[in-house]
Structure formats: C-alpha cells, structure tokens
C-alpha cells in the first residue's frame, strides 16, 4: 500500500494515470465498432504516421502535439478515402502509409543530427513524456465521447452491425466513420507518448477482442472493453513501476494476458 | 395507379464509366409483391438501390408518398461471425429511423419488437445471439428488422439465398402472408425456379432496361 502510495506522489505518475484512464476508455468505446467492422488497422496505420509526424515536429522545432495531430487527422481522412474506394487495395495501402511514415520519421531524426531525440520514447512510449495539458485534454475526449456514446448509441450499433441497412433508414454513416477516424486520431496522438506508436493500436483492438470474447449483446462488449481497459493500463503502470519495465510493453502484455484467459472463458456474460 | 407508395420516374443509374440501369419507369402500390429478376450482374441490386437512396441517380428521380416508410432487407450482409448482438438489439434497429431525436426505446417499442418476433414464429430468440442461429432464423431476424422500419413497403434483396428448400417455402409463406395484410412487397429473386415468382407483377431487368409483367404474362412469355 504505501508502495502505491510513493508512487501516486510523484506528478508524473498522477499524469500518467488520468491520462492514461482516460485515453484507454476512449479507445476501448471506439475499439468495439473498428474491430467488427475490421477496420482496426486504422489505429496502426495512424500510430505510425503520428510519429513520423512528431519526428518532424521536432527537428523543425514546432509544437510536436499540434503537428501531429494536424497530420493525423490528415492521415486519418486519407485512411478513410482508401478503404472507401474500391479501386485500390484497401489494407495494402494502409500498410504503405504506415511503414512510409515511420521510415521518414526515422530519416528525419537521424539527418536532424543536432537535435537531442529519445527515439524510443516516442516508438515505445514514456510516461515522463505526458504533460497535464495531455492529461486535461485526454478527460475532456474521454467526457465528450462517452457523451456521445449514450447519445447515439443505437446507431453506433446500427452502422456496426449493419451498415446498409443503417443508410436505407437514414443514418449517415459517412459521418459516422469521420467522427470515429477524427476520434482515433486524438487517442493515438495522446496515446502515442504512453504507449508509443509501435504499441498504442493495442489499447484500441485488445479490449474489444476481449469483450467480443465475453459478452452476448453489443451494450456489454462496450461496458466489458472499457472495465477490461482501464483494468489492463491500471495492472500495466503499477507493474510497470514496480518492475522498473517499459509502460506501453506491459499494459500491453497485461492486455494479451486477459485476452488469453477471455478466450478460455468463452460468452459467459 | 391507386394508393401508389413508390414511384421511380426515368431513373438511370450507374458506377464511373458503367450505366447499369437506363431510363427505369415503376410504380409500386399498396398491397402488389413485385419480383425483380433479371441475370447476374444485370443490376437488380442497383436498381433497388437506387429505390432507397442507397445510390444517387445519374438523372431521373424517385418519389416516395408522404409517411412511406421502405423496410430493407439486404443480400447475404457478412456479419462479423464473432458479433455479440442479441436478437432483441438486431430488431430494435429496424426503429431507428422512426425516432428521429430520441435516444432511448419507450416500452412500446419494446412491445412492438415482441409482435413482430411472435408474427414471424421466433418469440424465444429474443436473448440469443445473432451470430449463433441458423440460416433460416437469421433471416426471420432480418425480416423482423425490417417490419420494425415499416408497415408499408418493404424491399427483399435475394432473401431466399442460402436458405434450404424447407426454409424458403416457410419464409415465402410468411411474406404471401404480411402481403395479404397489405404491405408491398419488392423481392430480388434469382429466376431460376418459376416458384420464386410468389409475386402478383414481375420487373424484368435486361441490357439495363427495366420491364413490368404481371406474374401471369411473365409466365406466358418467358416460362
């Protein structure tokens, strides 16, 4: 007990749970409907662009939080375009996106020679890298999503299950998928610093595997993700310190943990 | 015509560079059940499409009577195997576009789902998971859906797919039914079989063109 204390003592650490809790919450509401209708790729295809994107940011010596997340949202509506267009092959190019964007940020910190950049922190994350301006704004996304969530719950599960049937009954689910891209950019950019932008798409697939694993009705895949994700990053970052490990690595492996006892204990909820 | 609920005026539709449907002429009343056939690949989908909105013509229009409702049913959607959706929320759905800024279902809704469940047979699956019924009662499922989304016109987009002859008899049994009641009627249909003309009128789709029959002159000149 007094260990978790010492350990909710320092700033950091209270950054890093607030955002962290929130930020997983948000991945896990928005992990459910990408997972099923198998678009969940966008998440890694985001991450990696993030940290080209903060890689830049950086040796230009702009703000790295903005310039991501300006190029993200880019990206995302880009991501958006192509798995919409049947021209192309959808996951492929989702693929190139992602390894280019990693490549040039790679390029650009290695020729930004003077400039001082823990590459790792940004591939694998760091807690020490979480400002409270990302913990405020992680609670805010966190309260506006859920917000959102109860508002349009039955067409979230509408456009999920069905998204035909959805548009013959007037939903739009052109801005549906907008609204869930714009989301999934702010998670990864937020997301990226704890978990980094080789691990921060497991925050948005695990849970939601997880629950799928679980659960009988689409209301309890969204309430088990959000219990098993703020579980996982909680178990995560207190082992994490305890062990002196890597945070992103082991909320992520805590995440792998639960999934493989989830699918032992097939729909029991 | 009497009572018309949908009417489709010159309606040419098409993907890039390809027309598939030209110049469609169509009127649907209360109470018909309208077969559409046509080969593969000859734009019955589209032509359906187009009827709900689903694609926007390249020129022409459709018109829906003031209060008509389409109720879809569409082709073989490939649900995620691994969906956790019960029954109940699968149905539910259909009302979507009857609660305009409502949020949360009223008990009357939930009755309503109940009703429908009963009239198709399927009052026990209320709780089950959708991904774990069979063939047949998936599509029951789809068809309470629908029903949840009208009581005037419902579209069937080749519902008989995959369905074993026992369970196609049943589910055409059930739709000769609703259409007694006076719901129209749209089915895509392969053709093959003259007993999947169940219909009253046929809509034939050739070269992008689309002909009206009635069942029994369809039959005269084709089968």
């Known amino acids: ?269 | 015509m009497k009572n018309e609920l949908l009417k489709l005026e010159k309606l040419t539709l098409g993907f890039g560079d390809n027309v598939v449907i030209k110049s469609a002429d169509l009127k649907v009343g209360q109470g018909d059940f309208v077969c559409v056939v046509g080969a593969n690949g000859s734009g019955k989908s589209t032509l359906v499409k187009g009827a709900l909105g689903l694609i926007k013509p390249r020129s022409g229009k459709v018109v829906l009577r003031d209060g008509v409702r389409i109720g879809y049913l569409p082709q073989e959607t490939n649900f995620e195997m691994n969906f956790s959706a019960t029954v109940r929320e699968v149905v539910m759905s259909g009302l979507l576009g009857k609660m305009g800024r409502r949020i949360f279902y009223k008990p009357a809704d939930y009755e309503l789902m109940r009703e429908k469940l009963k009239l198709l047979g399927i009052m026990d699956l209320e709780s089950v998971v959708f991904s774990e019924l069979s063939g047949g009662q998936k599509q029951k499922v789809l068809l309470a859906r629908a029903l949840m989304a009208t009581a005037e016109l419902l579209v069937l987009d080749e519902p008989s797919n995959n369905l074993d002859y026992k369970s196609r008899r049943e589910f055409y049994e059930i739709l000769l039914g609703l259409n007694q009641t006076g719901l129209a009627i749209i089915m895509i249909t392969h053709d093959l079989d003259a007993e999947d003309l169940i219909g009253n009128k046929v809509v034939a789709i050739q070269d992008g063109r689309v002909k009206a029959f009635t069942t029994a002159e369809y039959m005269e000149k084709f089968k």
Not at chain 1, 9 to 26: C, E, K, Q, T
Not at chain 1, 168 to 183: E, H, N, P, R
């Open chain 1, 1 to 269: 007990m007094s260990t978790l204390v010492e350990m909710f003592s320092y700033d950091f650490m209270v950054r890093a749970l607030v955002a962290g809790v929130a930020i997983a919450l948000v991945a896990a509401l928005i992990g459910v409907p990408l997972v099923l209708r198998r678009s969940s790729m966008i998440g890694d295809g985001l991450s990696h662009t993030a940290f080209g994107a903060v890689a830049v940011a950086l040796v230009a010596g702009v703000m790295p939080t903005f310039l991501a997340l300006l190029i993200v949202l880019m990206a995302a509506f880009v991501i958006l375009w192509i798995s919409r267009n049947r021209k192309v092959y959808s996951d492929a190019m989702i693929a190139v996106l992602s390894v280019s964007s990693l490549a040039v940020g790679v390029l650009v910190i290695s020729l930004g020679g003077g400039v001082n950049i823990d590459l790792n922190s940004y591939l694998f994350g760091s807690i020490l890298a979480v400002g409270w301006m990302d913990a405020v704004m992680s609670v805010v996304l966190a309260v506006m999503v859920m917000i959102l969530y109860i508002v349009l719950f039955k067409r979230i599960f509408a456009v999920t299950f069905d998204a035909e049937f959805a548009q013959s009954v007037g939903v739009k689910v052109g801005l549906f998928d907008a609204i869930f891209a714009l989301i999934c950019a702010v998670v990864v950019v937020i997301g990226m610093k704890l978990l980094g932008a080789l691990l921060i798409s497991g925050l948005i697939i695990f849970p939601a595997l997880t629950a799928m694993r679980l659960t009988k009705s689409f209301k309890c895949a969204i309430i088990v993700g959000c219990i098993v994700a703020v579980v996982a990053f909680l178990v995560g970052l207190i082992l994490s310190f305890l062990l002196t490990l890597p945070t992103g690595a082991t909320v992520i492996v805590v995440n792998l943990v639960i999934f493989l006892v989830a699918v032992v204990f097939n729909r029991c909820l």
